[in-house]
């Protein structure tokens, strides 16, 4: 049970750090930075969609 508390607090911890990067990016259109907002913006979608699936396997396993 201890595991699965640190890995979705890990997840939640990349989520917000996606999230923030996003509202805080510069502007600047280098292809490393398009790169990376890519990553950001396909991780603020898929994250929470994994979590509802953590979930939803704990509560099915409960």
């Given at each position: 049970m201890l595991v699965?508390?640190?890995n979705i607090t890990q997840?939640?911890?990349l989520w917000f750090a996606?999230?923030?990067f996003l509202q805080t990016g510069s502007g600047?259109?280098?292809?490393?930075?398009?790169l990376s907002?890519?990553?950001a913006i396909?991780?603020?979608y898929i994250i929470p969609?994994?979590?509802l699936?953590?979930?939803?396997?704990a509560m099915r396993d409960s």
């Amino acid at each position: 049970m201890l595991v699965e508390n640190i890995n979705i607090t890990q997840t939640l911890t990349l989520w917000f750090a996606a999230m923030i990067f996003l509202q805080t990016g510069s502007g600047n259109s280098n292809p490393l930075v398009l790169l990376s907002v890519s990553v950001a913006i396909a991780l603020s979608y898929i994250i929470p969609l994994y979590l509802l699936g953590a979930i939803a396997l704990a509560m099915r396993d409960s």
